[in-house]
């Protein structure tokens, strides 16, 4: 046996290759970026992984596109089953969760894009909303009674928004899954007047776009302040000065919007001011004007006219006279008036009337009343088609023609018509 048999010489594993770092493609790497807080300790992973999760998508963007169309048909059937259907299917409202955590974390650039992503999925809601107002044009008239509910501010509406927005917060920040139902409710407070006030501006009804869209924007307002202090409870704070300032100037902002916007403001007492000093009544100086009559004097030669105050044999001497012109007594004149005669609106199949710039279906919309809606009837009639019409006036002085059928009067007449003679 050798020597090399007897001690053999343990084999030296083969060194491992070294391996070059992988280059990522410019687009992952741009999606590795951090949204919030660069970092590798627990809240800022924390942080980054929220924010991930409520970066806009795809996904929101086409549910928005579908949730504007279903609202805008609900508003043209005045279903309110096909508007709560138009909730259900809302896209998950993770962006409005990223922009108050944006808010309240001071990271402007995740702010913009959460922030623009929510305007363009509002812009979608409105955009279906708007063509079927436009499509509603042609089945004029229609029952419009949703658009006009859900156009104003409902104590009801405003308890579902401010749960909503607390337990969307809480569900998204304490849980993997997905809060369908807070988002639900946040969407029916957001997206049905949003939607109320596209229809409104797409249909005609010049008292329901501008109602509607303050309606959206204040429940955006106080949502996002809603949000916000719901962070702050649950110890989310600003880690710059930064944060703080945008924290701060967010709250700032949807106060004032929130305020100004709902009517509430109005209610708060104004600083009372100092009256100015009454000014002292003007003098009035009584003026005597003398009025001297001239006194014609014959000549040899001629005949002239001499204004003189010197006395003639002949003559009596002139005095001055004080000429006080009469005073007029005023006497009052009274004109009979017309007594107003009134109704209210009652139709029975679409729940209200539109009140026409003309008689008949070519007439313009000028609104839209609703059933128990008291109106002055004028004394203008006019048939079309051999349907009766009458000229009416609202409480807003809004005048039109609406059809005799849909009017109720207080003291019913048989055969009743209105005539020119009161």
Same mark, same amino acid.
């Given at each position: 046996?050798? /020597? ?18 992988? &280059? ?51 508003? *043209?059937?005045?279903?309110?089953? *096909?508007?709560? $259907? ?5 896209? $998950? ?26 305007? *363009? ?47 969307? #917060? ?30 409104? $501006? ?19 307002? /106080?949502?996002?302040?809603?949000? *916000? /202090?719901? /962070? ?154 051999? #349907? ?15 059809? &005799? ?18």
């Amino acid at each position: 046996m050798s /020597l090399t048999d007897e001690n053999p010489t343990p084999q030296q594993p083969a060194p491992e290759p070294i391996q070059e770092p992988i &280059q990522l493609p410019p687009l992952r790497r741009r999606r590795r970026r951090y949204l919030i807080a660069p970092g590798e300790d627990e809240r800022a992973v924390m942080l980054e992984n929220l924010a991930r999760r409520a970066f806009p998508s795809l996904e929101f963007f086409i549910f928005s596109l579908l949730c504007g169309a279903v609202l805008g048909a609900g508003y *043209i059937l005045g279903a309110q089953s *096909i508007l709560l $259907l138009g909730a259900l299917i809302s896209p $998950l409202m993770t962006p409005w969760v990223g922009l108050t955590l944006a808010s309240i974390t001071g990271s402007g650039r995740f702010y913009l894009q959460t922030l623009g992503g929510l305007i *363009i999925g509002s812009a979608m809601v409105f955009t279906g909303g708007l063509l079927a107002g436009l499509a509603s044009r042609i089945w004029l008239p229609l029952p419009l009674e949703q658009a006009h509910i859900n156009s104003h501010f409902w104590w009801p509406n405003l308890v579902v928004l401010m749960l909503g927005a607390v337990l969307l #917060v809480i569900s998204f920040v304490r849980s993997e899954e997905k809060p369908i139902l807070p988002s639900v409710m946040l969407s029916y407070a957001l997206f049905l007047p949003l939607s109320a006030a596209a229809f409104g $501006l797409g249909c005609g009804l010049p008292d329901v776009w501008p109602s509607g869209l303050l309606v959206f924007l204040t429940h955006l307002a /106080l949502a996002t302040f809603l949000g *916000i /202090l719901t /962070l702050t409870f649950l110890h989310f704070h600003p880690a710059s000065s930064t944060g703080y300032a945008l924290a701060i100037l967010t709250l700032l902002l949807t106060i004032i919007v929130s305020l100004g916007l709902s009517g509430i403001g109005k209610y708060i007492p104004a600083i009372p001011r100092k009256a100015p000093l009454p000014s002292p009544p003007p003098t009035f100086t009584p003026t005597v004007a003398f009025t001297i009559t001239p006194v014609p004097q014959r000549t040899a030669t001629s005949i002239k006219t001499i204004n003189t105050i010197t006395p003639s044999p002949t003559q009596p001497t002139l005095t001055p006279t004080l000429r006080i012109p009469p005073s007029v007594t005023p006497t009052r004149t009274i004109t009979p008036q017309p007594t107003p005669v009134y109704a209210r609106i009652f139709s029975v199949e679409g729940g209200g009337a539109n009140v026409r710039s003309q008689p008949g279906p070519e007439g313009v919309v000028l609104k839209s009343l609703m059933n128990d809606y008291l109106v002055e009837v004028l004394p203008e009639v006019q048939t079309y088609n051999g #349907v009766v019409w009458v000229h009416i006036r609202t409480s807003d002085g809004t005048v039109g023609w609406v059809m &005799q059928m849909v009017l109720v009067f207080a003291t019913p007449i048989p055969n009743w018509q209105p005539t020119a003679t009161p």
